[in-house]
């Protein structure tokens, strides 16, 4: 097995149990992170993004949280992942079960430079928010709400962190 292979497999397993600080040790200090919601750039807005959610289900959803990966495969520059999520959306306390694949670029040193995450944002927003997601999902103006709603909830969890 590559040790990039094991870099995701270790990034999975701590997810899996909320350990953002052992996700965190899987980033470079340049990290960029990409999905539907985010759009990040170096360690701190990336593994903050990764904390923020890793907090906020330990507070509002520790209880139904699930997280199951597979097929991760990695070697000196590249990996991917799949991954599936059972989970109590924050904001509307709403059950979702995102499914998720990841793509990823390495350093020399094996730590991840790029991460892109790809979901169906139609269906996680009917789960999500319900029927404004149901009837607006697929719209790019519900797509550039959420965006915009996830990228000030991190400014304000970051801003709070440095507090």
């Known amino acids: 097995m590559h040790p990039n292979q094991t870099r995701l497999e270790n990034f999975y397993a701590a997810f899996a149990h909320l350990d953002a600080d052992a996700m965190a040790a899987c980033y470079a200090a340049d990290a960029q992170f990409d999905d539907e919601a985010f759009s990040l750039r170096g360690h701190k807005e990336v593994t903050g993004m990764w904390r923020m959610l890793c907090d906020a289900t330990k ?3 520790a209880d139904v ?5 597979s097929g991760i ?3 000196a520059r590249t990996g991917k992942a799949h991954w599936e999520a059972d989970y109590r959306f924050s904001a509307t306390g709403r059950m979702v079960h ?3 694949d ?3 670029e ?3 040193q094996g730590l991840i430079t ?6 169906n944002f139609w269906s996680w927003s009917r789960q999500a928010l319900g029927a404004p997601g149901l009837l607006l999902g697929w719209t790019p103006f519900l797509r550039q709400k959420v965006r915009a709603q996830a990228a000030a909830n991190l400014q304000k969890f970051l801003a ?3 507090t």
């Open 59 to 61: 507070t509002r959803g």
């Open 65 to 69: 949280w699930r997280l199951s990966y």
């Open 73 to 75: 495969e990695a070697d």
């Open 98 to 100: 995102n499914i998720i």
């Open 102 to 104: 990841g793509v990823f």
């Open 106 to 108: 390495f350093n020399e």
């Open 114 to 119: 790029r991460h892109r995450d790809r979901f």
């Open 160 to 162: 709070h962190r440095r």
